[in-house]
């Protein structure tokens, strides 16, 4: 079965930084897109960054470009999301998912359920 476990998430002051990871088994993520998304409170889930299958190029939501950066390691079959500069409106519930990605929006088509995501906080 398909399995995609977020973690990383944590308690971080304005301006800090954070290291999320999407540990995978059951699928290669070399076989497809990858992307992250995030709920705020309240508010719907949202498309932040995606990277493309063939060339590892990468793409990011406006409100996030210069501050994140998506990743894939495929010896670990794992991709990652750095955050810098974090602000309070960060907070949010973050996903990882496969899927194909569309490209500048940072938006990916998903593939299959959402898991559990990893939960973070930017406050002082």
């Known amino acids: 079965q398909v399995q995609l476990v977020e973690s990383g998430g944590g308690l971080v002051q304005p301006g800090g930084s954070l290291r999320l990871s999407c540990a995978a088994s059951d699928v290669t993520l070399d076989s497809y897109a990858i992307g992250w998304f995030r709920q705020a409170p309240g508010k719907e889930r949202e498309g932040i960054s995606c990277?493309?299958?063939?060339?590892?190029?990468?793409h990011y939501a406006d409100f996030v470009k210069g501050r994140f950066t998506i990743s894939r390691d495929s010896a670990k079959n794992t991709a990652y999301l750095e955050m810098k500069n974090l602000k309070p409106e960060d907070t949010a519930v973050y996903y990882c998912?496969?899927?194909?990605?569309?490209?500048?929006?940072?938006?990916?088509?998903?593939?299959?359920?959402w898991g559990q995501g990893t939960q973070v906080t930017v406050s002082s």
């Open positions: 990277i493309r299958r063939s060339d590892n190029s990468a």
């Open positions: 998912m496969r899927g194909a990605c569309l490209g500048g929006a940072g938006v990916l088509i998903p593939i299959g359920s």
